[in-house]
Structure formats: C-alpha cells, structure tokens
C-alpha cells in the first residue's frame, strides 16, 4: 500500500512539473502586446553639433487590461534621451494611456554628403523590466507627422515606425521606434555651399587671361582668393563637431584647393620665365595651362564621384 501510495505521489508532481513547464513555455512563446502610437506635433529645434534634436510629440499605448495592468505599462523608457513628459488621458479599465512628450533625443549624424545630407531623427522605447518572453511593442497604423510640423532649413520626410528586439547580454527587449527624415533643400545648399567657392575660383582662374608680364598681379590675385577661400571653408564645417573622416565640403575644398596650387605653381613658373627674358616661351606656358584647365576639372569632379 505504500508502495502505492509512493508511486502516485511521485507521478502527481511529475505532472505538476509538466504542467509548470507548459504554462512558461506557453508565457514565453505568447508574451503580452502592446500597441503603441505616435504623433509628432513639431521638431522645435536641431543641433548639428551636439548630435541633437528637440521634439513634441504625442505617445500612446493601446493594451488589454486582463493581460497587463498600466502601472505596467507606465514602466517604460526613451533610451535615446531623458524627455518631460505628462499623461492627457488615462483608461485603464479601456486599456489606453496616452503622454505629451517634448524634450531633446541624441542620435549620431551622418556627416558624409554634408551639405546635401539626410539625416534620421529617432525616437527609441524600452520597458524597463519586461523582455520581450514578458511583453511586445506593436506599431499603431495611425501614428503619423502633423501637416504643420516644420523645422528652419530643413524639409521633413519618410515619417516610419518600427519594432526591434535589442539585446543586452542574454536578455532581449522588445524596442518601438519612430523615425523622421531631416533633407536639407538641395537648392538652397547649392547656393550656400557650392556657388560661393565657386565663384571665389572663378575669379581666381582670370589669372590665366592676365598677361605673363603682370606675374605680380596674377600671384597677388591667387592668394588672396586662396585665403578667401580657406576661410569659406572654416566657416562650411564649423557648424558640425569634427568627424573622423571627410565629408562632401572636405573633398570639394581639397578639388578646389588642387585648383588654387595648379594656378599659383603655372604663375610662379610664367614668373621665373618673365625674369629669364623668356617672354614668347612664358605665353605658350600659358596658353597650355589655360587649354589643361578644363582637363584638371574634369579629373577632379570624377574623383569626387568615385568617392562618393
């Protein structure tokens, strides 16, 4: 009889051990989901230089209240930035909380193409406790961007949501992130970066239209436009913090610097023909140079493609 009883002891707990292992396995493969919205009233501000943005936006969560309560569900974190943030309206029992959120996020530009970039204002959720065995995000098809929402300089673009999971260490996180394009109008950039070096480099090039005897004055013009244009340069990259590698204004400057000492070394050299008494031949150095402008120009604007 006791063998019996013994017997039905142990089988009762193996089912009990079954039965918990079911039940976590089931919590693991269904974990609670939450569904989470979106609308980004305005980008107050962008700072290029600190890698920030200032933005105003409206969060919500959308939940079952029989699977997560919404003291829960307030237990998240922006895990790009420390925002304020405020609840407008609260219904637990209908399983929807919604915040104001406005505040500066961080995230790391892209300098490559600086000034004809894009760069990608992000927004990043965490819940603080609960991974992703415990608790999904879900996007909300009514997230969107405000009609009127604007920033100075810039057009916004290609509003999106996601989802992710981030891992730290063994343990996953079920991540939501909303993202906005930042363009900088590529006419405008054209006329604040490009024309300007531009023309700077035009009027430098009238030294080749210059007689060979007025080396003085052809030598003169292309360093002072030299030195008015290495200090377009300082003044194109001081609104970004110093990169590690070059972007677009760096290559165009140094197509433009090659320029520069191409026309000073031709007018040194005119130079040193003029002082020799060798006049006839200082002309046809001249007229070659000029003829070999054009291929200089070509060379470096397919060096500038190539490295794109």
């Excluded at 490009?194 to 003085?216: E, G, H, K, R």
């Amino acid at each position: 009889m006791k063998k019996w009883v013994a017997i039905a002891i142990l089988s009762f707990t193996l089912l009990a051990l079954l039965a918990g292992n079911t039940a976590a396995r089931g919590a693991s493969v269904n974990p609670t989901r939450v569904e989470v919205g979106v609308w980004l009233v305005n980008v107050e501000k962008v700072d290029l230089s600190a890698n920030s943005y200032r933005l105003d936006f409206y969060l919500w969560f959308r939940f079952n209240p029989s699977e997560i309560s919404i003291d829960e569900i307030r237990n998240f974190e922006f895990i790009n930035g420390a925002p304020t943030k405020y609840e407008v309206k609260t219904d637990g029992a209908a399983g929807y909380l919604e915040y104001r959120v406005r505040g500066d996020f961080i995230n790391s530009f892209d300098f490559s193409n600086y000034q004809f970039e894009t760069h990608e204002l992000t927004v990043e959720i965490e819940h603080k406790t609960l991974d992703n065995s415990q608790l999904i995000f879900e996007g909300a098809v009514d997230s969107n961007i405000d009609p009127d929402a604007s920033v100075s300089g810039w057009t916004l673009e290609g509003f999106r949501t996601k989802t992710t999971g981030h891992s730290y260490g063994e343990d996953i996180y079920s991540r939501f992130i909303f993202s906005v394009d930042l363009n900088r109008p590529a006419l405008s950039s054209f006329i604040k970066s490009v024309l300007p070096v531009a023309i700077i480099t035009t009027i430098s090039l009238l030294a080749f239209f210059m007689s060979p005897q007025n080396f003085a004055q052809r030598i003169t013009l292309g360093v002072t436009t030299l030195m008015s244009a290495t200090t377009f340069h300082l003044s194109l990259i001081s609104g970004i913090p110093p990169t590690g590698y070059l972007t677009f204004a760096d290559r165009m400057m140094l197509s433009i610097y090659a320029i520069f000492l191409y026309n000073l070394a031709t007018s040194v050299y005119i130079m040193r023909l003029v002082d020799c008494k060798k006049s006839d031949e200082a002309i046809k150095v001249n007229m070659k140079a000029k003829r070999f402008l054009p291929v200089l120009i070509t060379i470096l604007v397919i060096i500038q493609i190539i490295l794109r």
